[in-house]
């Protein structure tokens, strides 16, 4: 299916396609010049199992089908990379955003959390009590909707609070 065609374009085309029940067994795949964020991310939404650009090698292109007819999906390796890069990006974005409801107080302790340390240290460090520190991290646990502290050093890494080779000295 090419996006540009005369009448009906591939995306919407697909959309029926893959939309009809009596087509069930029927996969397509977009084989096209026009290879923008959006025309990608269309032809994903609109279901169809591959997206290939024209200039993909005729041997390529054979293999793909016979991938595609076997219930497989694929997508070029240019596109592979950008909807990865783009995957990324709006992972590390969500990440972000989860921060925005923290005081400036459970970003420290979220910082402090995500360089290793115990909630007794997190206390020294910032001239706390444990009781207290303890409290954040339980605050943080349920204003991220984190089910433990090591989803918690995960999160804080994502969000780049802590980057990896340099966390604070104890």
């Known amino acids: 299916m090419d996006i540009r065609m005369p009448g009906t374009d591939g995306l919407a085309a697909t959309r029926r396609i893959v939309g009809d ?5 029927v996969h397509v795949v977009v ?7 959006d025309h990608i991310a269309e032809a994903i939404r609109s279901d169809a199992a591959g997206f ?3 200039d993909t090698p005729p041997d390529e292109l054979r293999r793909a089908m016979r991938l595609v007819a076997g219930g497989d999906a694929l997508l070029s ?3 592979t990379r950008r ?3 783009s995957a990324a ?5 969500l990440s972000t955003e989860r921060l925005a409801d923290l005081t400036a107080r459970e970003r420290e302790v979220l910082t402090e959390v995500g360089a290793g340390r115990s909630n007794d240290e997190i206390a020294r460090r910032l001239y706390i009590s444990p009781a207290t520190a303890r409290t954040h991290v339980s605050r943080l646990l349920g204003k991220l909707g984190a089910r433990d502290r090591s989803q918690l050093v995960v999160l804080a890494y994502e969000t780049g609070l802590v980057v990896p080779g340099s966390a604070p000295e104890s």
Do not use: C, Q, W, Y
């Not at 990006?89 to 974005?93: D, I, L, S």
């Open 21 to 25: 029940p009596r087509l069930a067994g």
């Open 77 to 79: 390796p240019s596109v």
């Open 83 to 85: 909807v990865m890069e």
């Open 52 to 54: 290939l650009l024209k």
């Open 89 to 93: 990006a709006g992972h590390r974005m």
């Open 31 to 37: 084989l096209t010049t026009f290879d923008t964020d």
